[in-house]
C-alpha cells in the first residue's frame, strides 16, 4: 500500500479533508445533539434489540441488503470471522484482492485465484458479490506506475477492465467502476483529480471505463464511487455539487452509469446535516441512479477512552445515520468495511491518542457483538419496507432459492 492510499485514507478517518486544508472534523450534527450525546454518555440510551435475527434477515425483512468487505486472507485464516459472515452478511465485498495490485503482479500475468475463491464461497453461502475498484489512482502496481503513458493508457485500461469483468460476468453482482475521481481541492475547473489516467486519457476516462464494464457484463449494476459526501462542512458542499455535476453529465451523455456508491467513513455526532443529505441523494436518484452504501464504518477517534461509553456513542452514529440514508429509496443495501475490529484499516492508519484499540465495526476483536451491531439493526427495525424489489434484491432472493 503506497504512501498516497495511506494519506488518503488517514484524512478520511481523522474526518478531515486534508486535501482542502480544511481543520475541522466532519462530526454528525443533530438538533437534539445535547440530549442524545447526555443519554449515549449516562447510559440511558436504549439499544436493545428484539430476536436473535441476524443483520442479513434483519434488512432482508425490509426488501434491503447488508454486507461487509472482507478478503481471502481473513475469511480462510480467522473461522470465528467466517462464521460470523456467513450469519450477518448478504453482500460480500470483495477488498484488495480484485484490486490492480493484487490482480497484475505484472503487465502480463492476472492473479484470479484468490478472486475465483471469493466468488465461489460467496455462491457456497447465497451472497451477491461487489468488488472494487476497476479505475483507481491508488494501489497500482509498480510496473503500471513506471510502464503507464500516453500512447498506452488506453489500451491497458480496457484490457484489464476487459479481462476482468468477462472472467466474472454474471457472477460479480456490482463494480465500483471508478473510484475518487473527483477532488475539489486539486483545483481543476471540472472539479476531477488529477492522477496519471486523467493525465493520459483525459476526462473522457471515466467514460470510456463504464463503456467497457457494460460491454464486459451487461447485467452488472456500475457504480461511481467517492468519499467526503456526508457532512455539513463548506468541503462537502462542493464535493457533493461537483459529484452531483458529473453524474449529470455522464447520464446526458448515455453513459452506462447505475449508481453511485457511497463511501460513509463516518464520525462522531456533530456537523451532520439530514437535510443537506437527504437532498443530496433525492437529487441522485432523480437521476435515474441507484445508491450503495460502500464502505461504512464509525472511526472513534475523539471519543472518549472508557469502553462503554465510547461503543454506545458508535452505535448512536451508526443508528442515526442510517436512519437518515434509508429514507431514499433509492439506497438498495448498506456495507461496512470490515465486520470486525480485529481487521479494521483504522488500527494502523488512524490509532487512538490513547493507544487503546479502535472499535468501530459491529465485532470486536474476539467476535463479540457490540452495540454497533444493535445500531445498525435498529435502523434496519425502522426501516419501512422497499415498496420496489431492485434488481440486486431479487437477485439475492434468487441465490436463496437454489440448491
Same mark, same amino acid.
Given at each position: ?172 453482482? $456490482?463494480? =465500483? /467502476? *471508478?473510484? @475518487? ?9 471540472? #472539479? !476531477? ?127 442515526? $445515520?442510517? =436512519? /437518515? *440514508?434509508? @429514507? ?9 468495511? #470490515? !465486520? ?46 422497499r415498496r420496489k424489489s431492485s434488481k440486486l434484491w431479487l437477485a439475492w432472493r434468487r441465490l436463496?432459492?437454489?440448491?
Amino acid at each position: 500500500m503506497n504512501h498516497r492510499q495511506i494519506t488518503r485514507r488517514l484524512a478520511i478517518a481523522l474526518g478531515l479533508s486534508t486535501f482542502a486544508g480544511v481543520s475541522v472534523s466532519p462530526l454528525l450534527k443533530l438538533e437534539n445533539l445535547s440530549q442524545q450525546v447526555e443519554a449515549v454518555e449516562s447510559g440511558t440510551q436504549d439499544f436493545m434489540v428484539v430476536g436473535n435475527a441476524s443483520l442479513r434477515d434483519r434488512a432482508a425483512a425490509k426488501r434491503f441488503l447488508f454486507g461487509a468487505a472482507t478478503g481471502y486472507h481473513k475469511l480462510t485464516n480467522d473461522a470465528a470471522l467466517n462464521t460470523k459472515f456467513r450469519q450477518d452478511c448478504a453482500i460480500l465485498m470483495a477488498e484488495e484482492d480484485l484490486l490492480w495490485g493484487a490482480l497484475r503482479p505484472d503487465a502480463d500475468t492476472f492473479a484470479f485465484t484468490k478472486g475465483d475463491w471469493l466468488i465461489d464461497y460467496a455462491r457456497q453461502h447465497k451472497m451477491l458479490v461487489g468488488a472494487t475498484h476497476l479505475v483507481w489512482h491508488e494501489y497500482m502496481p509498480q510496473w503500471l506506475e513506471e510502464k503507464l503513458n500516453k500512447q498506452n493508457a488506453e489500451q491497458i485500461l480496457l484490457q484489464h477492465i476487459n479481462k476482468v469483468v468477462t472472467r466474472y460476468a454474471k457472477k460479480i453482482h $456490482f463494480w =465500483s /467502476v *471508478v473510484n @475518487e475521481a473527483i477532488l475539489t481541492s486539486d483545483k481543476r475547473p471540472d #472539479g !476531477l483529480r488529477k492522477t496519471p489516467w486523467l493525465e493520459f486519457l483525459g476526462p473522457d476516462y471515466i467514460e470510456m471505463a463504464f463503456r467497457a464494464a457494460a460491454a464486459a457484463d451487461p447485467q452488472a449494476l456500475l457504480l461511481y464511487n467517492d468519499n467526503a459526501l456526508e457532512y455539513d462542512i463548506p468541503y462537502h458542499d462542493e464535493r457533493r455539487a461537483a459529484v452531483l455535476k458529473w453524474l449529470e453529465r455522464w447520464k446526458s451523455k448515455d453513459t452506462p452509469i447505475h449508481g453511485l456508491g457511497l463511501q460513509s467513513h463516518i464520525g462522531k455526532l456533530d456537523n451532520f446535516s439530514p437535510k443537506k443529505l437527504k437532498t443530496f441523494l433525492r437529487d441522485v436518484a432523480s437521476l435515474g441512479l441507484k445508491i450503495v452504501i460502500t464502505e461504512m464504518d464509525v472511526g472513534d477517534a475523539g471519543m472518549p477512552t472508557d469502553i462503554k461509553v465510547r461503543d454506545r456513542m458508535v452505535a448512536e452514529v451508526y443508528k442515526q $445515520f442510517l =436512519s /437518515v *440514508v434509508l @429514507e431514499e429509496p433509492a439506497v438498495l443495501g448498506a456495507i461496512t468495511w #470490515g !465486520l470486525s475490529d480485529k481487521y479494521t484499516w483504522l488500527s494502523n492508519y488512524a490509532p487512538r491518542e490513547d493507544g487503546t484499540p479502535v472499535r468501530s465495526l459491529p465485532y470486536d476483536a474476539e467476535m463479540n457483538r457490540k452495540l454497533a451491531w444493535n445500531g445498525i439493526a435498529l435502523a434496519f427495525e425502522q426501516l419501512k419496507q422497499r415498496r420496489k424489489s431492485s434488481k440486486l434484491w431479487l437477485a439475492w432472493r434468487r441465490l436463496q432459492t437454489q440448491v
